[in-house]
């Protein structure tokens, strides 16, 4: 299959040059790469140039958005600067973040995916994490959730959901509109991505918020926000982030935040979000 990666970069001097490396050693390779250089003040975008003397298939985009590292909006504002440079001849789309490093496997398996089960729109791996000179499992998401740093999209399922929304909550609103739309999205537990940078580790203060908005844009209404920002709060080992999340979800609701959604399709939200919870329940 052929697919093209976008790869949204944001002073990754330290990074992006593994990032390459590991994509150009897979064994299946994408027809194009197109990293986006974001308001980079380091050698990110010289680190590019070198590589792109030596291998075509890559391309360099220099972008400015906003200047705030918030989660979402920034880095999905630059992928679609570099969706823009692209045709339509591809059969999956990969949005990739600059500081991993890939199995050499991990397209060709993703591809394989695809070819085997014309209903899978979404897929991808795990995301693991240095410590104490081991790699462990990120253990940010639910397992049957593909993380926003490495996501592969069926073209069909990828402009059925409308493509990527530039907002915080945008890595999850895409599953639950593949869902929405019958899609099947699929995570592979072989597929054991290296992330070289933790996750947030940018991000502005005024970021802490943002997550709560995010739950009131996907739809959920405050039963499902309050579980679900009690979890990430644990998930993350600060309990304190419950109360931020809450007062986001608050602040977007009396400001009339519009919703990423349409008022089906939250329905639809609500409903898949509480079966889940029932299922894990019973378990």
Known sequence: MDFYIIIPAHNEEKHIALTLQSILSQTLLPKKIVVVNDNSTDKTAAIVLDYIKEHSSISLINAT???????GSKVIQAFHKGF???????????KLDADLILPNTYFETISNHFKLDPKIGMAGGFAYIEKNGEWILENLTDKDHIRGAFKAYRKECFLQIGTLKPAMGWDTVDELLCKFYGWKVVTDERLKVKHLKPTGANYNKTARYKQGEAFYTLGYGFFITAIASAKLAMMK?????FLDYLKGFWKAQFAKTPLLVTKDQAKFIRKYRLQKMKEKLIR
């Open 65 to 71: 958005s906003n200047a705030i590292h918030l989660p």
């Open 84 to 94: 823009e440079t692209l045709d339509d001849k591809y059969d999956f789309i990969v």
């Open 237 to 241: 080992k600060k309990p304190l982030l």
